[in-house]
């Protein structure tokens, strides 16, 4: 899901090469697994020239095994395009433009109490067949919490072929408490603001027949990093 253009920047929201933009991804993790780590983005969005904004809905839903999360989020971007160069230089069209976004959203993870195993379901041969626990589920098994991000981006033309693009994005910045225990201690698990970056070059051929982009994403959460790169 940090492949959806929404999710990956608000920023990106109504950035789309056409007026609308509609975006699904899923992905599945380890398929031998019964207990399916599997997640879902689903986003819509559109740019509105009249205001200079794009306004766009996100969800999104993971399932990792017995927790399971679901988020519903609303995006706005506004686009300040204030770097036009003259008309011989290119043909009137913006040098350059910047892009800023806010999110916000509302999440909720919760358990899965089928997916899990209690020791009354147990013997020596392993899990009883059919068995069913007598254990109670607890009071709080779900929790639903707000969760805000913002993002930026700026785009270049260097040339009428080229231009480069860098974003900006931070996520959870709120840093939402996710625990499930119902004590006071609203520290116990909270959700760490993600930090993320991008850049891409694309470059079109005099003849606009082809292109090719090169991208890159960054992300640091706490003290986990991730960096992917590719080439389109």
Not at 161 to 181: K, V, Y
Not at 203 to 224: D, H, K
Request: with cysteine.
């Amino acid at each position: 899901p940090f492949l959806s253009p929404i999710n990956l920047n608000p920023a990106a929201t109504g950035a789309g090469e056409y007026d609308l933009r509609v975006s699904a991804i899923y992905r599945r993790h380890w398929w031998t697994m019964p207990s399916q780590m599997n997640y879902q983005s689903f986003s819509v969005d559109k740019f509105i020239p009249s205001i200079s904004s794009g306004l766009g809905l996100l969800v999104n839903r993971s399932n990792e095994g017995y927790l399971k999360k679901t988020g519903f989020y609303a995006s706005y971007a506004y686009t300040v395009c204030a770097g036009t160069a003259s008309a011989a230089d290119n043909g009137d069209m913006p040098r350059w433009f910047w892009t800023g976004g806010l999110q916000f959203g509302v999440a909720q993870t919760r358990i899965d109490y089928n997916k899990l195993v209690f020791a009354d379901e147990i013997n020596t041969g392993g899990v009883i067949p059919g068995s069913s626990s007598s254990a109670d589920p607890a009071i709080n098994s779900g929790k639903l919490f707000p969760d805000f991000s913002a993002g930026t981006f700026f785009n270049y033309n260097l040339t009428e072929n080229s231009r480069l693009l860098a974003g900006f994005s931070a996520h959870h910045i709120n840093r939402p408490d996710e625990s499930l225990t119902g004590t006071a201690d609203t520290v116990r698990s909270q959700l760490p603001v993600r930090w993320g970056g991008n850049s891409m070059y694309t470059y079109t051929n005099p003849e606009q027949t082809w292109s090719y982009s090169l991208a890159m994403i960054g992300y640091r959460q706490g003290q986990n990093n991730s960096y992917q790169t590719g080439l389109e």
